[in-house]
C-alpha cells in the first residue's frame, strides 16, 4: 500500500473511534428507568419523574416546558428546555436563571449558588426562598446547557425536605437532545 492509502485509512479509523467514544452527539445518555418512575420524552430532552406525579405542558413562549406536580405535597418541577440562537454558555445561562430568580421576588444575595454535575454535565445549582403572597417557598434550581439548549430544573415547595431526595433523582436523568 502507498503511504497516502496507509493516511487515508488511519484517518478513518480515527475518526470512527472519535465518534464512538464521544456516543456520536458528545452528550449524556438516558438512565435506564428506575422503579416507580415515568419517562416523558419532550421534543429537546427526556427525563423522569415519579409515576404518581401528573405531568402539565407548559405554555412558555421560545421554550419546551413541562411541570411535575406532587399532588400529596403540591411541590412542583418545572423543567424549560430553550434552544438558543447563540451561544452564552452555561455561565450565561445561569446569569439568566438568577435574574429570573431576582424578577420572582428572590433577593439576589439571598441566592446560594453551587458548581455541579448532573448526568456527567456541568451544571449550577441555585437555592433560595421566595415569599409568593405571604408563603415562604423553597426553589432549588438546575441550570445546564450543551450545545444550543439551555435547561433549568426547578423545585418549588413549601417544605424542602419532602422533596429534595425525589428532585436529585429526577434531575440525575434529565437528559437533553
Do not use: H
Not at 91 to 105: C, F, N
Not at 159 to 174: M, P
Request: hydrophobic fraction near 45%; charge should be negative; glycine fraction near 10%.
Amino acid at each position: 500500500m502507498n503511504k497516502k492509502i496507509k493516511l487515508t485509512l488511519l484517518a478513518i479509523v480515527l475518526v470512527i473511534t472519535a465518534l464512538v467514544l464521544t456516543g456520536c452527539g458528545g452528550g449524556p445518555t438516558a438512565p435506564d428507568l428506575m422503579e416507580g418512575f415515568e419517562r416523558f420524552e419532550g421534543e429537546n430532552f427526556e427525563i423522569q419523574y415519579p409515576e404518581e406525579w401528573t405531568v402539565e405542558i407548559q405554555t412558555i413562549p421560545g421554550a419546551e416546558a413541562v411541570m411535575f406536580t406532587d399532588i400529596m405535597t403540591g411541590s412542583n418541577v418545572v423543567v424549560a428546555v430553550e434552544r438558543l440562537g447563540g451561544r452564552i454558555g452555561l455561565s450565561g445561562t445561569k446569569d439568566l436563571a438568577v435574574d429570573t430568580l431576582v424578577a420572582q421576588g428572590a433577593n439576589r444575595s439571598d441566592i446560594r449558588e453551587e458548581s455541579v454535575r448532573v448526568n456527567g454535565m456541568r451544571a449550577y445549582r441555585l437555592e433560595t426562598t421566595i415569599d409568593m403572597m405571604g408563603i415562604e417557598v423553597e426553589i432549588i434550581s438546575i441550570v445546564t446547557g450543551r450545545r444550543r439548549v439551555a435547561a433549568t430544573i426547578t423545585l418549588s415547595t413549601l417544605d424542602i425536605s419532602e422533596n429534595v431526595e425525589v428532585f436529585n433523582e429526577l434531575i440525575e436523568t434529565f437528559t437533553p437532545r
